[in-house]
């Protein structure tokens, strides 16, 4: 008990020898973790994880293309064909290290190009179906028989997203400092004891699962630790996002869900190639993801973060030196346990004749593909479990990517 | 604000009363009972003040519904006396831009000149910004920025930053200012809705300095008359216009033009005097983005024209009716560099044959292609299925009953779009004024912050503090980002992050802890009372009754109501 609490206490000044940590966390119940990060407003995925050795890439996009690697503001090379964007740099370290894989030509088979479809299709993960209640991260949830702790499952935003809705016990809060009633204990006591007589099931189940969040986060707010790690997080509503998971994460408090959001894509004007406004964007959520890799340390070991966008931009630039709304796109999987260094999925090829509905990245990989694969191999879902996660989808191992190291 | 003193009805019988009463299905029209007029007062305005369920009592639903369906016949007075200090609300664009905005600009890239780092992109160039929150907001009890024009424009940068703060500042509390205080109550609750639904995000680029006038002169006037209209004075507004790029849209042939123009500028000649004025304002433009002139369609305002004003996600359109849409729209623009006025321009329009919906647009329509595009979309049964759907999920139910729907949306089609009728239709519906429709929405944020305000009779001399409260909330006025709007439904804005954000709002307004804000010190007792029966017009549960009883301060008293579980429904 003295070495738990004083290993803590070191952790929390942020000196702890790894050993210690290690220490603490093997103390605690770890679980793995899966982040899912949602770039919302539909990311141009042609320029995040650039097809720089296809010549119609350049031709299609004169003003916006991402110059070759070696060139001024060219690509970061990662196999000799894809390149990530430039500002993206600070992602390649992973990426050498293997913890790093793309799945480019990912997308839904269904052709809307609605954000708000779009977004609600990839979060229920019932593409084409929009009477589905509950989203896939709650379904999951639900799937994997708990006791019921609220801090399963954490979105660092404001609302509820879409993922996380449902009747498995899930949090939505702006950040975790703001996530506390200031009130004196009367009133704390006064409110709970409101909503748990009221007839509202909806505040009442809501409430009860807040009041029980904010006693484990207080019992737990010692061990909350600093940053790790040389990268600082972007000082940016994202970058603030990512950290509070990433405490969150290294605090023991049954964590494993988190979901955090990236908005800002939705660049159909001047959108700018190696610098301008997409390149800022990607310049935010690259530190942030890679502040976050950092300072999990090893809870990278048994971590996935998973970034996905609802649909991609089409392959040809516009009138506005923009991109219009398209389909297939690019996911990134970074962990500890991730097969990385490979840009995963079949090349669809950017020719007219290749595209779809001859002016978008088609889609050659199944989000859902990805998403079960995650569920099942990373977070160890039972097929029949999986199987609630995804209705309508046949979660077939044949189709995975071989995502993670066997 | 005036305190009615508690009527000496014990609020136990109140309560029981409700509790047993059969569910009537219909409000007695001529004198509801409270938790009916509550209902009226939840629903088509931002909740009751103490005293206003019995007004309602007095002069019956029909008679008060009709007076909001006219609110020029209300006197607002006392609202206007509020707005009155703010500087801005009453400028047109350009004067905005002039005075306010571009100060601003410059003086950022005076201080970026004088810090001489790495040039950083303004949020002017940057279409959108990250954070989706206006600029840190001065102190809430401070009064309103107002440095004069003159002394922003001149030298410290930042006070002229604050200039440009300062529509943003001022728009948001009289938005909030209106909620709570105006007498016409529908048309406010109809000026959000209509916002709502023609989305524009103050952090994108310039759109800021275009927001006062788009809520004022576009969206404002029509609310209760012309959906048509309001259409086009939307499309045709520099917020839309550059919120979603259509300003940018321009024919792919217009490049040729362009060089034809830019070679008729060195023969002088009256007839090539248009053709000048085209290639300024391509200039302009280019100068704007610091580029060549741009060419080729953009799609994204034809896209959510479709999807989101008009016929609705699934109202039956294809991808090639949003090219051909946005054909149809290549050319209306506005000049950034020289002006906020609409302009339609020739050169950059499309002028060949468009298809839309299955109807043949004639080429060589000009400016008229995009006018006959929203008359076919205002005539089309999806669009109205789609407004009367949204118009019902706002005033009757998050799932609201088919009937209802078909029956005001063929009022729609009817009227061609006379969002008077609509309304009416909706709000004189069996379905609305039944009493099951009552307490079944959970409130937006806006909705519990204006209707607690108005609950306690809360003076208000600064709504800042009620803005940010809205951003703490996650509805940062005039900064959603996407052109989707606020959710209308519930779930949502049912989070535990949100719950427990609303029970602190409560904590602090219940302990005049928001600066600015007031609840005037009176009798405990009383107040309680008021609550019970003037605001949640009995409904409560014994569990919240209990602990109001319990309160010993006003404080308290004020924050459990507030805070309470019965409270975030309407």
């Given at each position: 008990m003295f070495l738990k609490s004083g290993a803590m206490a070191l952790v929390t000044l942020g000196f702890a020898p790894s050993f210690l940590a290690r220490t603490v966390e093997a103390a605690g119940t770890r679980k793995k973790l899966l982040i899912a990060i949602f770039q919302r407003g539909a990311v141009d995925g042609l320029n995040m994880v650039v097809p720089f050795g296809e010549d119609e890439y350049h031709r299609a996009r004169p003003t916006i293309a991402i110059a070759r690697p070696g060139r001024t503001d060219g690509a970061v090379d990662l196999d000799g064909f894809f390149g990530l964007h430039p500002r993206m740099a600070v992602l390649k370290p992973l990426w050498d290290q293997g913890h790093?894989?793309?799945?480019?030509?990912?997308?839904?088979?269904?052709?809307?190009?609605?954000?708000?479809?779009?977004?609600?299709?990839?979060?229920?993960?019932?593409?084409?179906?929009?009477?589905?209640?509950?989203?896939?991260?709650?379904?999951?949830?639900?799937?994997?028989?708990?006791?019921?702790?609220?801090?399963?499952?954490?979105?660092?935003?404001?609302?509820?997203?879409?993922?996380?809705?449902?009747?498995?016990?899930?949090?939505?809060?702006?950040?975790?400092?703001?996530?506390?009633?200031?009130?004196?204990?009367?009133?704390?006591?006064?409110?709970?004891?409101?909503?748990?007589?009221?007839?509202?099931?909806?505040?009442?189940?809501?409430?009860?699962?807040?009041?029980?969040?904010?006693?484990?986060?207080?019992?737990?707010?010692?061990?909350?630790?600093?940053?790790?790690?040389?990268?600082?997080?972007?000082?940016?509503?994202?970058?603030?996002?990512?950290?509070?998971?990433?405490?969150?994460?290294?605090?023991?408090?049954?964590?494993?869900?988190?979901?955090?959001?990236?908005?800002?894509?939705?660049?159909h004007a001047n959108e700018g190639g190696a610098t301008g406004q997409m390149a800022n964007r990607l310049d935010d959520f690259s530190h942030g993801i890679a502040a976050l890799a950092q300072d999990l340390g090893d809870r990278l070991a048994d971590t996935v973060i998973l970034t996905m966008s609802e649909f991609g931009r089409a392959v040809a630039e516009n009138g506005s030196r923009g991109t219009d709304h398209g389909h297939g796109n690019a996911m990134m999987i970074i962990g500890g346990a991730v097969k990385g260094r490979r840009v995963l999925g079949e090349w669809p090829g950017l020719a007219r004749e290749r595209r779809f509905e001859a002016r978008d990245l088609a889609v050659t990989t199944d989000f859902r593909d990805v998403f079960a694969e995650v569920v099942t191999a990373h977070l160890g879902a039972s097929p029949a479990a999986a199987a609630r996660v995804f209705p309508g989808y046949r979660v077939d191992p044949a189709r995975f990517r071989g995502l993670f190291r066997a | 604000m005036s305190h009615r003193?508690?009527?000496?009805?014990?609020?136990?019988?109140?309560?029981?009363?409700?509790?047993?009463?059969?569910?009537?299905?219909?409000?007695?029209?001529?004198?509801?009972?409270?938790?009916?007029?509550?209902?009226?007062?939840?629903?088509?305005?931002?909740?009751?003040?103490?005293?206003?369920?019995?007004?309602?009592?007095?002069?019956?639903?029909?008679?008060?519904?009709?007076?909001?369906?006219?609110?020029?016949?209300?006197?607002?007075?006392?609202?206007?006396?509020?707005?009155?200090?703010?500087?801005?609300?009453?400028?047109?664009?350009?004067?905005?831009?002039?005075?306010?905005?571009?100060?601003?600009?410059?003086?950022?890239?005076?201080?970026?000149?004088?810090?001489?780092?790495?040039?950083?992109?303004?949020?002017?160039?940057?279409?959108?910004?990250?954070?989706?929150?206006?600029?840190?907001?001065?102190?809430?009890?401070?009064?309103?920025?107002?440095?004069?024009?003159?002394s922003s424009a001149a030298s410290v940068p930042s006070a002229a930053s604050a200039s440009d703060r300062v529509i943003l500042v001022e728009l948001e509390q009289a938005k909030l200012l209106r909620a709570i205080y105006s007498e016409r109550q529908l048309q406010e609750v109809l000026v959000d809705f209509w916002f709502n639904h023609f989305n524009v995000f103050a952090g994108k680029g310039p759109t800021r300095a275009y927001i006062t006038s788009f809520e004022r002169d576009v969206i404002r006037p029509h609310v209760l008359g012309s959906f048509r209209q309001m259409l086009e004075a939307v499309a045709s507004s520099p917020a839309m216009l550059f919120y979603l790029d259509n300003w940018m849209n321009t024919s792919p042939e217009a490049a040729r033009a362009d060089r034809t123009l830019r070679q008729g500028q060195r023969r002088p000649g009256p007839t090539r005097a248009p053709g000048r004025a085209e290639a300024g304002a391509l200039r302009a433009q280019r100068q704007a983005e610091g580029r060549s002139p741009t060419r080729g369609i953009n799609e994204n305002y034809a896209r959510e024209l479709l999807e989101l004003h008009t016929l609705g996600v699934d109202g039956g359109y294809t991808q090639d009716d949003i090219v051909n849409v946005a054909r149809a729209f290549t050319g209306w623009t506005f000049r950034p560099r020289q002006g906020t006025a609409f302009h339609f321009s020739p050169a950059r329009h499309d002028d060949g044959e468009k298809r839309v919906l299955g109807q043949r647009i004639a080429g060589g329509g000009g400016i008229e292609d995009g006018r006959r595009v929203?008359?076919?979309?205002?005539?089309?049964?999806?669009?109205?299925?789609?407004?009367?759907?949204?118009?019902?999920?706002?005033?009757?139910?998050?799932?609201?009953?088919?009937?209802?729907?078909?029956?005001?949306a063929r009022r729609f089609a009817e009227t061609r779009g006379d969002l008077g009728e609509v309304t009416r239709a909706v709000i004189t519906s069996p379905e609305f004024l039944a009493a099951d429709a009552g307490r079944s929405k959970v409130k937006t944020p806006l909705e519990f912050v204006a209707s607690a305000i108005r609950a306690t009779g809360a003076e208000v001399r600064s709504a800042l503090p009620l803005a940010r409260a809205l951003r703490d909330l996650g509805m940062p006025l005039y900064f959603c980002?996407?052109?989707?709007?606020?959710?209308?439904?519930?779930?949502?804005?049912?989070?535990?992050?949100?719950?427990?954000?609303?029970?602190?709002?409560?904590?602090?307004?219940?302990?005049?802890?928001?600066?600015?804000?007031?609840?005037?010190?009176?009798?405990?007792?009383?107040?309680?009372?008021?609550?019970?029966?003037?605001v949640l017009a009995g409904h409560i549960s014994t569990t919240t009754r209990a602990a109001l009883d319990r309160a010993a301060t006003a404080d308290q008293a004020v924050a459990l109501a507030i805070g309470s579980p019965e409270f975030q429904r309407q």
């Open positions: 790093l894989a793309v799945v480019h030509a990912s997308g839904s088979h269904d052709a809307t190009r609605s954000h708000f479809d779009a977004q609600d299709y990839m979060e229920s993960a019932t593409p084409g179906v929009k009477s589905t209640r509950d989203g896939w991260l709650n379904r999951y949830l639900q799937a994997v028989d708990e006791a019921r702790n609220p801090l399963r499952g954490v979105a660092l935003t404001r609302q509820m997203p879409r993922a996380l809705q449902g009747p498995a016990s899930a949090l939505a809060m702006g950040s975790v400092s703001s996530f506390a009633v200031r009130g004196d204990m009367a009133a704390k006591a006064t409110f709970e004891a409101a909503y748990a007589g009221a007839a509202d099931r909806v505040l009442n189940g809501t409430a009860a699962e807040a009041f029980d969040a904010m006693r484990t986060l207080a019992r737990e707010a010692g061990t909350r630790s600093r940053p790790l790690g040389l990268t600082s997080y972007p000082r940016s509503p994202f970058g603030q996002a990512l950290q509070e998971i990433a405490s969150l994460a290294k605090a023991d408090v049954g964590l494993e869900v988190a979901f955090a959001e990236s908005t800002g894509w939705d660049h | 003193p508690a009527r000496p009805v014990a609020a136990a019988v109140v309560i029981t009363l409700v509790l047993q009463a059969p569910a009537t299905g219909m409000l007695a029209l001529s004198a509801p009972s409270a938790p009916s007029a509550a209902h009226i007062l939840n629903r088509l305005g931002y909740g009751p003040r103490p005293g206003d369920i019995a007004r309602i009592q007095r002069i019956g639903v029909e008679a008060w519904i009709e007076q909001q369906l006219h609110p020029e016949r209300i006197d607002d007075r006392m609202l206007e006396a509020r707005l009155a200090a703010f500087e801005t609300l009453t400028l047109d664009s350009e004067t905005i831009v002039r005075e306010y905005h571009e100060p601003a600009i410059r003086a950022r890239r005076a201080r970026q000149l004088a810090q001489s780092g790495p040039p950083q992109p303004s949020p002017d160039v940057q279409g959108q910004r990250g954070d989706g929150r206006p600029a840190a907001s001065p102190s809430p009890a401070a009064p309103v920025p107002s440095a004069s024009p003159a929203l008359d076919l979309l205002v005539a089309h049964p999806s669009t109205a299925r789609f407004i009367a759907t949204k118009l019902a999920q706002r005033f009757v139910a998050d799932e609201p009953p088919q009937a209802l729907v078909d029956r005001a980002q996407p052109p989707t709007g606020y959710d209308e439904v519930a779930d949502p804005w049912v989070s535990s992050g949100a719950l427990v954000a609303r029970m602190n709002f409560a904590l602090e307004l219940g302990a005049n802890r928001l600066r600015g804000v007031s609840i005037g010190d009176g009798d405990v007792t009383a107040l309680r009372e008021r609550i019970v029966q003037d």
